[in-house]
């Protein structure tokens, strides 16, 4: 698989930590110029060759638009990992106006602005990667602000898949459940809110951090050259209970 990605760029939002860390960590193992966009400072980056770090708070729409379009404006890339996202978990009866702007204007309007920005500088054969979630495709006790913005982000992916089919530009999204990043071992540090969504999962337990991140790999290389319009769950077993 490295050699797919050898000499390509690719953009990934949300690059600091997590997820999209890691991602950027493989692609750039594997010889790929890559773009780092995060609201947090990435100084240590700075030492990485290929690696070009932009701090950017992509829920403004005009702040960041005006920011990528400058940043893109004569560079050709091969994917990008719409990976920046965020989650308020409460009871439906007290979500706020705040809490709605603030989830939907990172998972939801920041997705639609930068893949609108950057589909012209998408070179034919590229690929599209969003980060959604299982909770695009279930539903969970008090997230339901969060249900609609990844049912939202799992939408786009399939009218963008459509729209950019004629150009060759493939369009997926991966759908996880819990993931044991530093956050997720956090979050879920608690043993007996863990086994609550544990129980439903056939494998009884929540997927690694490779595991979530070898599905994006995959979608942006040329295996997956015919795999468009795809939500993939990844949730060892959950949706088949």
Request: hydrophobic share 40%; glycine share 8%; net charge neutral.
């Given at each position: 698989?490295d ?8 953009v ?38 290929n ?36 989650t308020?978990c ?26 609108q920005v ?21 539903a969970?006790?008090e ?63 929540f ?14 290389g040329?295996q ?12 060892g ?5």
């Open positions: 698989m050699q797919d990605f050898k000499g390509k760029t690719y990934i939002t949300g690059a600091g930590r997590g997820i999209g860390r890691e991602v950027l960590e493989r692609l750039h193992s594997y010889g790929a110029t890559v773009y780092a966009i995060d609201m947090s400072p990435m100084d240590d980056l700075k030492t990485y060759s690696v070009i770090t932009l701090s950017l708070d992509l829920s403004s729409w005009s702040y960041a638009r005006t920011h990528l379009t400058e940043a893109f404006k004569n560079v050709q890339i091969d994917g990008l990992v719409n990976n920046a996202g965020i308020i409460k009871p439906f009866e007290e979500l706020t106006e705040d809490d709605y702007d603030k989830v939907m204007n990172i998972n939801v309007k920041a997705v639609f602005n930068i893949t950057l589909s012209s500088s998408i070179k034919n054969g590229g690929s599209i990667a969003n980060l959604s979630s299982l909770a695009g495709l279930r969970f006790p997230h339901s602000l969060y249900h609609i913005s990844k049912a939202g982000v799992d939408a786009m992916t399939r009218a963008l898949a459509l729209e950019f089919g004629a150009r060759n530009i493939r369009v997926n999204s991966v759908n996880p459940t819990a993931c044991m990043t530093e956050m997720g071992r956090f979050i879920w540090s608690d043993k007996t809110k863990a086994e609550g969504l544990w129980s439903r999962i056939p494998l009884y337990r997927a690694e951090l490779r595991e979530v991140v070898d599905p994006i790999l995959f979608f942006l040329n997956s050259s015919f795999i468009n319009g795809v939500q993939l769950p990844i949730e077993g959950f949706s088949a209970c």
